[in-house]
Nanobody, 129 residues
Framework: QVQLVESGGGSVQTGGSLRLSCVVS????????MGWLRQPPGQEREGVAT???????TYADSVKGRFTISKATVENTLYLQMDSLKPEDSGIYYC???????????????????????WGQGIQVTVSS
């Protein structure tokens, strides 16, 4: 059974930093697409960043230069380093994994070409002004 467990969320002030972690267990391995998504209050869920098995990354325009997605293969852990946080970064953050390695990008998700089979439970991030 595949499980994704997020940690590292919380409350920070504008300009602060947080590092989210997502431990993936029970995954069969192979080429994958992994991503972080978020749902701001009262809004639809949106893609934040993706990383594939070759460690190629993509980001939403709103977080480029501030967020960094990475993974530790041995530990089966996905990370999202968030710096220079803004109030509009607030929301519930989800990690997600899919066995299809193709179209692994935020843009592909926006266009409906990228979905995820496995999801974490979500973790709250609140940035105050």
């Amino acid at each position: 059974q595949v499980q994704l467990v997020e940690s590292g969320g919380g409350s920070v002030q504008t300009g602060g930093s947080l590092r989210l972690s997502c431990v993936v267990s029970g995954f069969p391995g192979g080429r994958v697409c992994m991503g972080w998504l978020r749902q701001p209050p009262g809004q639809e869920r949106e893609g934040v960043a993706t990383i594939n098995s070759l460690a190629l990354t993509t980001y939403a325009d709103s977080v480029k230069g501030r967020f960094t997605i990475s993974k530790a293969t041995v530990e089966n852990t996905l990370y999202l380093q968030m710096d220079s946080l803004k109030p509009e970064d607030s929301g519930i953050y989800y990690c997600a994994v899919d066995t299809s390695p193709y179209d692994c990008s935020v843009e592909a998700a926006l266009q409906g070409r990228r979905g995820y089979s496995f999801w974490g439970q979500g973790i709250q991030v609140t940035v105050s002004s």
